[in-house]
């Protein structure tokens, strides 16, 4: 299994910019989770999926920021339009109750200029 | 609501020497804890979990962490360092094992020759 697939690793965007990060669960996985990592607020999850269908969204800082997962094995991050403060590292992670695991991806950093 | 609050954001330890993290946890569930490790520039590695069977949970590396209920505790420990333990670490809390995590700020390692 090649694990959970974040692309890109690195982003740098101009403020004002629409910027998308992309993941791709591990197969057999339901769940779906973005996270966030930056100094200032450390890991802060912003939505999670479960089936496809978002659960929680009361993490997404802002309008700015939305999400969709349009299958089992796709998801998007997207931000539009970007800011400085949304520099971070994003991760996706993936888990199933099924299967034991909670697999984390490498992660984007993203930073806004 | 859950949170987990890790003591001391910096600790350093000498090779060889005695690796103790601390971890508080609230939960108003039975909770399940987690440790995370996270090595510069990589994503998230999961050390080991609590998931209300034995108290004492085993890890990969050489690490264990012990649940104590009377304590609301759940520290990490590994009885002597490696330079390669070096690194972040992280304690997270759940409702269950495949859902959102709630994380605390994390534990700066450093080990000193």
């Known amino acids: 299994d090649a694990g959970v697939i974040q692309s890109p690793r690195h982003e740098v965007t101009e403020m004002g910019q629409e910027v998308t990060l992309r993941c791709k669960p591990i197969s057999g996985h339901n769940s779906l989770f973005w996270y966030r990592q930056t100094m200032m607020r450390g890991l802060e999850l912003l939505i999670y999926f479960n089936n496809n269908v978002p659960i929680d969204d009361s993490g997404m800082p802002e309008d700015r920021f939305s999400a969709k997962m349009p299958n089992a094995s796709f998801s998007t991050l997207k931000i539009q339009p970007s800011e400085p403060r949304d520099s971070a590292v994003y991760f996706c992670a993936s888990s199933s109750r099924d299967r034991d695991g909670y697999t984390f991806g490498s992660g984007t950093r993203l930073t806004v200029v | 609501a859950q949170s987990v609050t890790q003591l001391g954001s910096h600790v350093s330890v000498s090779e060889g020497a005695l690796v103790l993290l601390r971890c508080n946890y609230s939960s108003s569930v039975p909770p399940y804890l987690f440790w995370y490790v996270q090595y510069p520039n990589q994503g998230l590695q999961l050390l080991l979990k609590?998931?209300?069977?034995?108290?004492l949970v085993k890890g990969i590396n050489g690490f264990e962490a012990e649940f104590k209920k009377s304590e609301t505790s759940f520290h990490l420990t590994k009885p002597s360092a490696h330079m390669s333990d070096a690194a972040e670490y992280f304690c997270a809390v759940s409702d269950d094992s495949w859902g959102k995590l709630q994380f605390g700020a994390g534990t700066q390692v450093v080990v000193t020759p």
């Open positions: 609590y998931t209300s069977a034995a108290t």
